[in-house]
């Protein structure tokens, strides 16, 4: 389970001067659900998503993640999650498998636990063709297969999704989506942030909208709709971005 | 490691490359100046005077004559020739007399010009002192008063090996570029590269702690930089005992084994440092170009003081505190030293306490720019 009590992200800009990118967030995710963070992009979802995983450091506010204290137990919370994004890479001189090796040592797998693992996640991933390639060789859709099994090697209770879908075809991000829903099922959280609205509203069993660092309105999808009387999520979704943006909401 | 090209290259092909020829050129340029050279000399008003010609042979083999002063200054200032000396009228009666003059003209910028002069400058002296002696033995005076006090010259007891190879000086100045190049190689990549690949956040993710990762990049790069360094050291002993280039070792060629310790010693705080500055520099820079324009800026100070350490044989500094506590230039003294067979474990003592204290304080520094936030992408 994750939540968050007014979490906030302050940044200083030697230019723009200081820029909220996370402001007085709450939120709760529950496992065997996906819980959606949309907005557009620059909107906070990343910050989020990093203060969460203890990249970053909140400036304000309180966050757990599996019960972990995000400024007090940074190394638990990590045990605990899988990361994946669109912009997190692999060591393109490593193959697959070594990859997989490496980040297994690192979540303090080894011996059989971790080449079990490994041909666990490679059967269910279907990596067995290509794991012994080098990353550089791969093509993006093999690529973000192996970063998938990076991300749930050592099985955790929590998984970060930030954009994971972003610059792949179809089909790749066919399977991206098939491989969280089968994770939701076996009764993990899930965090899943996304600016395409098909995604959420396939996947995401509650949404926040997220836009300049605040949480505009969360709830089901049915929640949004009736919410902003709207008969689609994208056209809620525009109407929150939209109504705020006008100034009409503080 | 061996799939990266840049570790291959800057870590073992380079090191050997540089050394091989290194080796091979100054072994050649000693052979060269082992064996007398023979300059090209220009003579005018030489006209069958036999002790003109006498003068001549013993400067050169190499004579051309000419007509007019004009063509043989040209020919020197042209580089045809290295010295023209011009021969009065009538050279052996003028000498006879005494009074005479011989007009000589070198080109300064040519080194072989002065060796070329500084041989006239022995054959006239030596037909001064012969015309002398025969005057004197004329008058019946003893010769032996012309030369009251004679010039003996002896050379300190060289240890066998490098003492006699003009290499000694050059060596160590090889085996420190090399512990920088080394690193300097990889080390854009390992941080730098990673932020902006962003491998870095998929590390910072896993429960490993930012100091765990920093030093486990900082002892891969002094990895990398020792064993560039120590690869380098390996070629100078592999053309050493394999005699590829025995006039660059005349003397032949043996380092001991407390010299090879030794030169450990002070070799392994100096990568640490090295690897200490590699690392904080990519660690600051925003992506890989950026940590490569600050890393060439700061390899020119690290440098500096290597490329100093080959002058110090001209100066009387070599014994001086502030050289054997000057990171870089007291590695290189204590490398040449070891080299030599002649460790001074006072200034090896220093050379290892100053750069494990640098190398200490720049860990530290780039372990607080790895917690910073700035290290998982700077914008």
Known sequence: MIKTESLSKHFQDPKKGWIRAVEDVSVEAQPGKVFGMLGVNGAGKTTFLRMLSTVISPTGGKAWVNGFDVLKEPERVRESIGFLSASTALYGRLTGEEVLEYFGGLFGLAGEELHSRIRSVSQALRLDEFAGQLCDKMSTGQKQRVSIARAILHDPPVLFFDEPTAGLDVVTSQTVMEFIESYRDAGKTIVFSTHIMSEAERICDHIAVIDQGRILAQGSKEDLMELTSQPTLEKSFLALVGYRREGAVA | ?379
């Open chain 2, 1 to 379: 490691m061996f799939r990266d090209r840049r570790v291959v290259s800057g870590a073992f092909v380079m090191p050997v490359f540089m050394i091989i020829m290194f080796v091979t050129l100054i072994g050649l340029v000693q052979e060269k100046v082992s064996k007398p050279t023979k300059p090209t000399v220009v003579v005018m008003g030489m006209a069958g005077d036999k002790l003109a010609a006498t003068l001549t042979k013993a400067v050169s083999s190499k004579v051309t004559e000419v007509k007019t002063r004009a063509e043989g200054l040209a020919m020197v200032r042209k580089g045809g020739a290295k010295l023209f000396i011009e021969f009065p009228p009538r050279f052996t009666e003028t000498i006879a007399k005494g009074g005479s003059e011989l007009k000589v003209t070198y080109d300064p910028t040519e080194p072989l010009s002065g060796i070329a002069l500084a041989t006239v400058r022995e054959v006239v002296a030596a037909q001064n002192q012969a015309k002398l002696k025969a005057i004197l033995i004329v008058n019946q005076v003893d010769p032996k008063l012309t030369e009251p006090l004679k010039l003996k010259v002896g050379e300190t007891e060289q240890p066998k090996g490098l003492g006699g190879s003009s290499l000694v000086s050059l060596l160590p100045y090889l085996i420190v570029i090399w512990a920088f190049y080394g690193g300097f190689s990889i080390v854009s990549d390992l941080v730098a590269g990673e932020k902006e690949r962003g491998t870095m956040e998929t590390l910072l993710v896993s429960p490993i702690k930012r100091h765990e990762v920093a030093l486990g990049k900082y002892l891969a790069l002094c990895l990398v930089s020792l064993t560039s360094s120590l690869t380098s050291l390996v070629a100078i002993l592999a053309v050493g005992a394999l005699g590829l280039s025995k006039s660059a070792f005349p003397t032949g060629f043996s380092i001991s084994l407390p010299a090879l310790l030794a030169m450990l010693a002070t070799l392994i705080p100096l990568v640490g440092m090295f690897a200490g500055i590699l690392i904080s520099v990519s660690a600051a820079a925003k992506n890989m170009r950026e940590a490569q324009t600050y890393l060439t800026l700061v390899s020119f100070v690290v440098v500096m003081p290597a490329v100093f350490s080959q002058f110090l044989g001209f100066t009387d500094m070599r014994n001086a505190l502030w050289v054997k506590w000057t990171p870089v230039l007291g590695t290189s003294v204590c490398l040449r030293d070891a080299l030599l067979g002649k460790t001074d474990w006072l200034a090896l003592l220093a050379s290892v306490a100053t750069s494990g204290l640098i190398g200490a304080a720049l860990l530290w520094v780039a372990v607080r720019l790895f917690r910073k936030e700035t290290i998982l992408a700077r914008t």
